[in-house]
């Protein structure tokens, strides 16, 4: 073969490799499914999609918190609970509790879309804690976190607004029933004491 040819092919061949390689590099990156984090309580190990926007979190970042953790729906008798748990977020946030809300429709009560739960919980009860998107809360299908919960407590939600007081090193866990209303003064006074507890 003509050599002044052979190096017009492998010169075109190169051509299509570098074309090819920064097409590639052009290409938008998928959204992730995970999150690398720094190490943290194992029971924290876990990425959900926030429920505003579905950008994934890492639950690793209330790492230290005393967290709340709660099972919510829009249509049920107990859904009047959200002002109560909006009213602990605001006044022990600074001291260190978060609440964390997942929506479920396990107990037939949360049809709507993620954005209609969002629209709902911010236009009537003005929530501004973290809230994930709609999963489900209990039995074999139990999203990650709401198994660990049910298998640490021995008590899985049997219905909406179900909580769960984690302590700020994750190692304690206090179940409490959906009739249990955030105000309720024995549930107040045991998320004073994980506050208070170093």
């Known amino acids: 073969m003509n050599t002044v040819l052979l190096k017009a092919i492998l010169a075109t061949a190169m051509l299509g490799d570098t074309l090819l390689t920064s097409a590639h590099a052009a290409t938008p990156a998928t ?20 429920l505003q926007d579905e950008k994934l979190q890492a639950l690793c970042q209330y790492s230290g918190k005393v967290l709340l953790v709660v099972n ?20 022990y946030r600074d001291k260190g509790l978060v609440v964390l809300g997942f929506p479920s429709n396990d107990f037939s009560q949360e049809t709507g879309s993620n954005q209609e739960i969002a629209d709902f919980c911010e236009s009537t009860f003005g929530v501004n804690f973290p809230m994930f998107t709609k999963s489900s809360v209990s039995g074999k299908t139990a999203n990650p976190l709401f198994k660990q919960l049910a298998e640490l407590t021995g008590s899985a939600p049997r219905w909406n607004f179900h909580k769960y007081l984690i302590s700020r090193d994750g190692q304690q866990v206090s179940s409490f029933g959906s009739s249990v209303n ?17």
């Open 182 to 198: 955030p105000s309720n003064a024995a549930f107040l006074r045991e998320i004073e004491k994980k506050l208070l507890a170093k």
């Open 31 to 50: 959204k992730p499914t995970t999150i690398t984090t720094a190490s943290c309580e194992p029971l924290l190990q876990h990425n959900f999609l926030r």
């Open 72 to 91: 919510t729906a829009s249509f049920c008798g107990f859904t009047a609970q959200y002002k109560g748990l909006e009213a602990l977020y605001a006044k």
